[in-house]
Every structure is written in structure tokens, then in C-alpha cells.
């Protein structure tokens, strides 16, 4: 094990701390009625270059979570999982690294080096300013739970505006130029209104995400008062992958899988990008 690792910050909260209890969770996540089914077999296509997947709970969104991975396991593994997440605690900069590996119940998942050692030219590599932050540390074990070689490259977007979006997405395909990279916007989506308020505002904003049209996404949450966490690192992703069109693999929110609070909910989606 590495020296500097970051330990995990919401084991425990967000998804179990022992390590058996979070395979089986990760798995019924997969095999949930909202899940994708079953953790597939390996493909070889490779041409999804982003996904987006969102950050709750896993018993609020996981299930919807594993929809991106099994598209991942089902399509390719590539050489790099490039995690942007939004920044929940108002750290100093205005994107971050971590180059050090991340510590889960699973084990230990690394970095990748050289694409983190080429990102420290163009923004700063700190381990404290994700400390707290759950945005990636969630991601983790559904990455552990397809690919048991991962190399990430983990990133918090503090400032979400489109042209902090447009010159992170540059300096990620500089950095990645010669890896075959998987780009993962960490996203969440409405919170806290009433699930029919949910389903209608989300739908419009995730066609204009499926339609990787970057400025129909920022005018969407400005025109519709939306409240998303991760609309700046979805833009990255789409930017940095260079896609063109998306496809939406699920549309729900916490209503849907905990029943609970039918007027407070959270919307959760996730979408591939070729």
C-alpha cells in the first residue's frame, strides 16, 4: 500500500464499511428492479468515451448508478477512469486533483500516474481539499466492482460555470492524449421538490444533456430555476469526450427507489456518451 492514501470519508453512511456488506450491496445494486440486471461480462467495443452517474446514497441511487457501469463492463475497460464530481464544501480552487490512490472497503484503487503527473502542470494536487468530499469517493466501488486493475484520475469542480467547464475539459484532453479514458460525470440532479415537479423539470434538462448541447444544458437550469449538483462536470465530460450524442439508461429519483417523502425527492439519472 502507498503512503499517501485518501481514506474513505462516507463508509459506513453512503454505502457499508464492511468490505463483504458492500460487495453484496454493489451486486444487489446491479440486480435491483431498478438496476441494469446483473454485472456483465467484458466487451471489447470500446466506444463509449463518458458516462454520467449520480452521488446519493447507494440505497437512494445506486441502482440507478449501475446502469453507467454495466454499459462500462458491457462496452470495454479503458486505461482510465477520469472522475469529475461537484464540490460539496467550498474548497479553495477552482478544480482540483488527487493523485493519490483511494482506500475503500474493497481495497485500495490507484491512480493513474502519468496522467496525474501531467495534470499537476495545469491545476493543483491536493489531498486535503477531498478529504470530506463524496462526490468521487462514491464512484469507487462500482469501479472496484468492474474492473479489479482501475486507474483513476480523480478531479472536484468547484467553479461550475461554462467557461471554468470549457477550459477543465481542455486541459483533460491534453493530459489524456495516447490513454483510452472514460470520462465520469459524478451527478446528481433536482433536489427536493415534489416528484412530478422532478420528473417534468429533469426530463428537459437530460435531453439537452442526451443532445451533448452544452448551452441548451446551462440555459435550461438558468430559464427552469434548477437545482443540480454536477451540471458543470457533465459539461466537462461531454466536452473533454467529444461527443456528440448521448443515450439516457435511466430517469428516476428517490421516491422511485425509497419510497419515501413523495414531495421532497431527489432526481438521480444515468447516460452513456459515444
Not at 444487489?28 to 463509449?48: D, T, Y
Not at 478531479?155 to 461554462?162: A, E, S, V, Y
Not at 438558468?222 to 466536452?239: F, R
Request: charged share 25%; hydrophobic share 40%; glycine share 6%.
Amino acid at each position: 500500500m502507498k503512503d499517501n492514501v485518501r481514506y474513505p470519508a462516507v463508509a459506513g453512511r453512503f454505502y457499508p464499511i464492511e468490505k463483504d456488506i458492500l460487495q453484496n450491496t454493489v451486486r444487489r445494486c446491479f440486480e435491483h428492479e431498478l438496476g441494469p440486471g446483473k454485472i456483465p461480462s467484458n466487451g471489447c467495443a470500446r466506444s463509449i468515451k463518458a458516462v454520467m452517474a449520480p452521488h446519493a446514497g447507494f440505497m437512494a441511487s445506486g441502482m440507478f448508478a449501475a446502469h453507467s457501469y454495466a454499459a462500462l463492463k458491457e462496452d470495454g475497460l479503458p486505461d482510465a477512469y477520469v472522475i469529475i464530481g461537484p464540490d460539496h464544501y467550498g474548497i479553495p480552487y477552482d478544480f482540483v486533483l488527487c493523485s493519490d490512490a483511494f482506500l475503500t472497503p474493497l481495497g485500495e484503487c490507484a491512480t493513474h500516474d502519468e496522467i496525474c503527473a501531467r495534470l499537476r502542470n495545469d491545476m493543483p494536487d491536493d489531498q486535503r481539499a477531498h478529504l470530506r468530499e463524496h462526490s468521487i469517493e462514491v464512484q469507487i466501488p462500482f469501479i472496484q466492482a468492474i474492473d479489479q486493475d482501475a486507474r483513476i484520475v480523480p478531479i472536484i469542480m468547484h467553479r461550475q460555470d461554462i467557461r471554468t467547464a470549457e477550459k477543465l475539459s481542455q486541459i483533460l484532453k491534453d493530459a489524456c492524449k495516447g490513454f483510452d479514458v472514460v470520462f465520469i460525470a459524478s451527478t446528481d440532479l433536482m433536489h427536493y421538490v415534489p416528484a412530478s415537479v422532478e420528473r417534468r423539470l429533469d426530463s428537459a434538462y437530460l435531453e439537452k444533456v442526451c443532445q451533448c448541447d452544452i448551452e441548451g444544458m446551462y440555459r435550461t437550469m438558468d430559464d427552469l430555476d434548477m437545482s443540480i449538483c454536477g451540471n458543470g462536470p457533465t459539461a466537462v465530460a461531454i466536452m473533454a469526450s467529444e461527443c456528440t450524442r448521448g443515450e439516457l439508461l435511466i430517469h428516476g429519483n428517490s421516491w422511485d427507489s425509497l419510497g419515501f417523502d413523495e414531495n421532497a425527492v431527489v432526481g438521480y439519472g444515468s447516460a452513456k456518451f459515444v
